[in-house]
């Protein structure tokens, strides 16, 4: 299994080439099809989802976006295998992992990702951890009307984006420490500028920022 976690997206030129690595060949004309879904429930203006989108552009990819809680599996589910890239953008982990388990994708994912990349970012990276409920994911304040704390388990650690953020004053080294004192996964917390690679169990660190292991 092949997975880019960023926090940000592709937003410098090392995360593109190790995503380039990662595929094996030039990412021009590759289909990369984009879920936004975690972005429904976020409110105000949303030039930060187009900056993800054009990202995708200038990286090279041909972009569709699919929205998983706005189409039957009959509509999604071909025009993800037409995809040799999956790209889970950024919003409520807690919505995003609703609508996985809800569409049915959640269960279909693994078989997907035999042949084409993953890629996170924030929420879609976060919810490629164990759980999305627990002492770290939760110092971003997140509130959802449904109880959901499991993930999609593609990884054994947790990825906590937007180190450093000033808009999320939580995400910081020390309240990350004390906070990963309650679980038993390792935590890494990356950035805007950073991302990892996962390439069939092995873990790769890419940054032009600042990132954190703990554990």
Known sequence: M????????????????????????????IKLAFVPTAANVEPGEKSWLVEDYQNCLK??????????????QA???PRLEAAEVLFFGGGSTFHLMHWMQQSGLAELLPKLLE???????????????????????????ETYPLEIKEGLGLVDF??????NSLQFP????EQLRQAAKSISESVYALDDQS??????????????????RIG
């Open 2 to 29: 092949k997975l880019l976690l960023t926090s940000a997206g592709l937003t410098n030129p090392s995360i593109v080439a190790a995503l380039q690595k990662l595929v094996g060949k030039s990412l021009k004309g």
């Open 59 to 72: 990286a090279g990819f041909e972009l569709d976006i699919v929205d998983i809680s706005a189409i039957d």
């Open 75 to 77: 509509i999604w589910r």
């Open 115 to 141: 042949s084409r990349i993953y890629i996170g970012l924030s929420a879609g990276s976060c919810m490629a951890g164990p759980t999305i409920y627990n002492s770290v994911q939760n110092l971003f304040d």
């Open 158 to 163: 947790q990825f906590i984006p937007h180190l």
């Open 170 to 173: 939580k995400i910081r080294e």
């Open 195 to 212: 991302a990892l690679v996962v390439d069939e169990g092995k873990v790769a660190v890419v940054s032009e920022g600042k990132w954190v």
